[in-house]
């Protein structure tokens, strides 16, 4: 199979990962529930794993790396337990439903009113619309770093530089770009980053996280065991033990830890280059296919995924053919992002998305370009 569906999780891991989670398998026990070697071995490696994420995000303190199930438990947790009621958030066009169900609930909840910066037919968002949609009782901006249909990405060091302006908390949906793209929570002013450890990170399904800058309070979005302070009637205050109610997925983290070693040897500059290169040879060849329409801004850096349409095909149709006729994995279909479809005109048809990994080469994307041709003729 030739899989080009990175953007959903990146199917193959590196070898240390997958040795790592099964080593952890009959190792470890859980973490902060004994004194024992399992459960010390537990809490080393899941350490371990905060220290690496912290260093890797420029997150000055590991233990406000709080480890979740996935980038959408991460921003349940900002989202809700960071944003004060009678709030106006600001968030954009762009985002995956990790985002806007939860803002949504809050609105339909009375907790918070919404503005959302628009995106033209490209995907592309205008940067003075942020001014445009403040209000004296905005408190917050939410917003992805890359999109996840049209990989394009977002200037969030100049988001962070409006939301620190304004004393606005700022959360960032780091699901498309963790492990490819440099992020310095410090540098690009960021409050809350999201992360999810199963796409560029490499990581094991069920792992991520949100890394939290120094000051920033958030209450806990769910309460339960933590194995400390038990004759508490709430859960502990010191992070990140408030936001980690019950036991966590240290045989995952154990990979995640992995796959951060991996990614730091490899290289974030080498990965985002052979990724780029993927991406823009497909591009370069689909582009120029009759009955091909392809979606997104390409003039400037952005995510390795390339969505497209060929003809009036549906988009379900199209991936199907894809996975059976050729042996390619795609992700057809709305992709979680109803707005950002809504703003390319793509709501009923939906867009076939290619996105490219680590483990990908230029033959395989020759031979999606080759498949796309046929299908189009």
């Not at 953007?7 to 193959?12: G, P, S, V, Y």
């Not at 066009?93 to 939860?102: A, F, G, M, Q």
């Not at 094991?204 to 508490?232: A, F, N």
């Amino acid at each position: 199979m030739i899989y080009l569906d990175n953007a959903a999780t990146t199917l193959h891991k590196p070898e240390q990962v997958i040795a790592a989670v099964v080593e952890a398998m009959s190792s470890m026990g859980n973490s902060g529930r004994g004194t024992h070697g399992g459960s010390l071995a537990a809490s080393r490696t899941i350490y371990s794993a905060r220290e690496k994420a912290a260093a890797l995000f420029g997150c000055p303190r590991a233990d406000h790396v709080a480890f979740t199930c996935n980038s959408t438990e991460a921003l349940n947790i900002a989202i809700n337990g960071g944003i004060p009621a009678g709030s106006h958030v600001i968030s954009t066009d762009l985002e995956h439903n990790s985002v806007l169900r939860p803002l949504y609930r809050l609105e339909r909840e009375g907790r918070a009113s919404l503005s959302f910066v628009p995106a033209d037919r490209q995907g592309r968002i205008d940067y003075a619309d942020f001014e445009r949609l403040l209000r004296p009782e905005t408190r917050a901006v939410v917003c992805t770093h890359a999109s996840n249909l049209t990989g394009n990405l977002v200037d969030i060091a100049r988001v962070g530089a409006f939301a620190r302006e304004h004393g606005l908390l700022f959360i960032v949906d780091a699901s498309q770009t963790a492990g490819v793209f440099p992020i310095d929570m410090e540098k690009m002013g960021i409050d809350v980053l999201c992360f999810t450890g199963h796409k560029g990170l490499m990581g094991p399904q069920g792992t991520g996280g949100l890394c939290l800058r120094e000051g920033i309070d958030i209450r806990p979005w769910k309460v339960g065991g933590s194995g400390v302070q038990t004759y508490l009637e709430t859960q502990p205050e010191e992070y990140p033990t408030r936001l980690e109610a019950g036991t966590l997925n240290g045989h995952g983290l154990a990979g995640l830890a992995a796959a951060l070693d991996f990614l730091q040897e490899t290289g974030l500059a080498a990965i985002h280059q052979k990724e780029t290169a993927l991406m823009r040879r497909f591009y370069a060849g689909v582009s120029a296919i009759d009955g091909v329409t392809v979606y997104g801004d390409f003039t400037g850096d952005r995510a390795a995924v390339v969505a497209l349409n060929v003809r009036d095909y549906d988009s379900g149709e199209v991936s199907d053919v894809l996975a059976v006729d050729y042996d390619i994995a795609t992700r057809p279909g709305a992709h979680c992002a109803p707005r950002m479809h809504r703003a390319l005109g793509t709501a009923e048809q939906g867009a076939v998305r290619f996105s490219f990994g680590w483990f990908n080469t230029a033959e395989e994307v020759d031979k999606a370009i080759a498949a796309i041709r046929e299908i189009a003729a």
